[in-house]
């Protein structure tokens, strides 16, 4: 059984799966988005939240690291820690290739 202080711990899992179901929701907003500014306004608001992912799962990771600091070396624990910084990489170039693009309509070359 663990200890009570245990349970007070950030949990990169729980993190994870707080932050990446809105995600995929934004990801098809993005899709179903009907002008390059709506698509650049959806980028935005994705890379806020994505952001805010990053901020989370660092501090959960700062924290793992002074209470435990052996579970570090476990693979899953770095990957769920960085996983963040693929949807701020990908929300910020999107919202970059839409704001140029958000003069031209959908569709045209």
């Known amino acids: 059984m663990e200890s009570p202080e245990s349970y007070r711990l ?3 899992v729980k993190i994870s799966e707080l932050f990446l179901v809105p ?17 650049a306004s959806v980028s935005l608001l994705g890379l806020i939240f994505s ?16 209470s435990k ?5 476990t693979a899953r624990i770095r990957i769920l820690a960085w996983f ?7 929300w910020l170039a999107s919202l970059i290739i839409h704001l140029v693009l958000s003069g031209q309509a959908l569709g045209r070359p």
């Open 23 to 39: 995600s995929s929701f934004l990801v098809a907003a993005l899709g179903t988005a009907d002008t390059n500014f709506h698509r």
């Open 69 to 73: 600091p052996e579970v570090i070396r």
């Open 10 to 12: 950030p949990d990169l």
């Open 84 to 90: 963040s910084l693929v949807f701020v990489t990908g």
């Open 51 to 66: 952001v805010l992912w990053l901020v989370c799962a660092r501090e959960a990771l700062a924290e793992i690291m002074l």
